[in-house]
């Protein structure tokens, strides 16, 4: 393994509620980026961060498990945290490791107990935090709800950056806010491979109308950028990106992105927004 400068290291912490898919999502991480060779299934006893026997017997998370991505020149470690509240302690153990926190939403159960317990830890830690609606392509998925869910019991500051394009059976691509691109994929796909596309004809007014509070939401965190956005001024991608990632280190934005690790939809767009979101340990301040 190459050796990494501190600016090109994240340090992530990987929290939910239990069976919300994060030894799922970190496995698929560490496959997609090539720093594991088998894409592991919790169910079939082969994830990457549980093999006690233990944990594969019970088929959930019982304490700390440590992966790591290379995505983009940089260095992402992945730390596994248990779900459940009897093994809360390794959770909080992991968010005071960390130097953002990466927050997965199960789609079809939206937020959770467990959810709203390692939100205070990441609050109380003063930490980033990026959430993930893991599991879209299970039955029943529903984004909105994940949206309406963590606005209710968490923050109202979330925003999310990415929209699927369908739920459910039916999720088969992701719309990025930013670049206003389709990723979508294609059934068998292996490591998140997508064509870029137009935005479906049929998505574009829900484009237009997240577009807006996206811009809406980073500019309220910059006193330039708000007065340049009520006078009507367009504000470049590249400016608006850049105060979204300053807005995520403050603590005052929390973005929302999608995907599936079983299909691995959404992984590759995952990997690249926490090395282009999440601060390095050189850009966080001391503890």
């Known amino acids: 393994m190459r050796v990494y400068e501190s600016g090109s290291i994240r340090n992530v912490a990987v929290i939910g509620h239990g069976a919300s898919g994060k030894t799922s999502l970190v496995d698929a991480l560490a496959f997609v980026a090539g720093s594991s060779k088998r894409h592991g299934s919790v169910p079939d006893g082969t994830a990457l961060t549980d093999y006690t026997p233990d ?10 498990g440590l992966a790591h991505a290379e995505w ?31 927050i997965t939403v199960g789609a079809t159960a939206g937020v959770e107990a467990g959810t709203e317990q390692v939100w205070r830890y990441a609050t109380e830690r003063g930490i980033p935090r990026v959430f993930v609606a893991s599991m879209m392509d ?6 909105e709800k994940v949206i309406a869910g963590i606005k209710k019991e968490l923050t109202s500051s979330v925003v999310p950056i990415q929209l699927p394009v ?19 994929y294609s059934s068998g796909t292996k490591t998140g491979e997508y064509e870029e596309v137009d935005v ?10 997240y577009s807006q509070q996206l811009i ?6 910059d006193e ?15 400016e ?48």
Do not use: W
Request: hydrophobic residues 40%.
């Open 55 to 64: 944990e594969i017997d019970r088929q959930y998370s019982i304490s700390l």
């Open 72 to 102: 983009e020149d940089a260095k992402i470690n992945l730390i596994d945290t248990p779900g459940y509240l009897d093994f809360t302690g390794d959770a909080l153990a992991g968010v005071y490791a960390a130097d953002a926190a990466l």
């Open 138 to 143: 299970k039955e029943n998925a529903d984004f």
């Open 166 to 184: 369908g739920e459910g059976a039916e999720f088969k691509g992701i719309i990025d806010l930013f670049s206003k691109k389709c990723h979508m």
């Open 200 to 209: 479906p004809a049929e998505y574009q007014d829900k484009l237009e109308e």
């Open 216 to 221: 809406e939401e980073i500019a309220a965190t």
């Open 224 to 238: 330039s950028l708000m007065e340049r956005y009520f006078d009507g001024e367009e504000i470049a991608r590249e």
């Open 240 to 287: 608006a990106f850049a105060a979204l990632k300053a807005g995520i280190a403050k603590g005052e934005i929390f973005p929302l992105l999608c995907c599936s690790a079983t299909l691995t939809y959404g992984t590759r767009a995952l990997l690249s927004e926490i090395v282009a979101l999440v601060p390095s340990p050189a850009e966080c301040p001391p503890v």
